[in-house]
Nanobody, 123 residues
Framework: QVQLVESGGGLVQAGGSLRLSCAAS????????MGWFRQAPGQERDFVAS???????YYADAVKGRFTISRDNAKNALYLQMNSLKPEDTAAYYC?????????????????WGQGTQVTVFP
């Protein structure tokens, strides 16, 4: 059974940094696409960043240049380094995985999901 567990969220002042981690278990994830989505209250779950099994990375325009996604296949771990945080980055952040080259951004049920970790950025 696939399990994804996020950690690293918290409260940070605008301009600060946080590093999110996702521990994956239940499969060998080296061939999986993995990534991060976020969801603010009353909003849809939006794509943030993803990384393929071979390390190709993709970012939402809103986070390009500020966030960096990485993975450690030996540890079945995924990371999101978030710098220059803004109040509009406030959301619950979810780890996602899919046995494919890419995560699904339209059919969210095609992805495996973690339970989320809250990131709050205050002015």
């Amino acid at each position: 059974q696939v399990q994804l567990v996020e950690s690293g969220g918290g409260l940070v002042q605008a301009g600060g940094s946080l590093r999110l981690s996702c521990a994956a278990s239940g499969r060998t994830f080296s061939g999986y696409a993995m990534g991060w989505f976020r969801q603010a209250p009353g909003q849809e779950r939006d794509f943030v960043a993803s990384i393929s099994g071979v390390g190709n990375t993709y970012y939402a325009d809103a986070v390009k240049g500020r966030f960096t996604i990485s993975r450690d296949n030996a540890k079945n771990a995924l990371y999101l380094q978030m710098n220059s945080l803004k109040p509009e980055d406030t959301a619950a952040y979810y780890c996602a995985a899919r046995d494919s080259r890419l995560l699904s951004t339209s059919k969210l049920d095609d992805n495996y999901w973690g339970q989320g970790t809250q990131v709050t950025v205050f002015p």
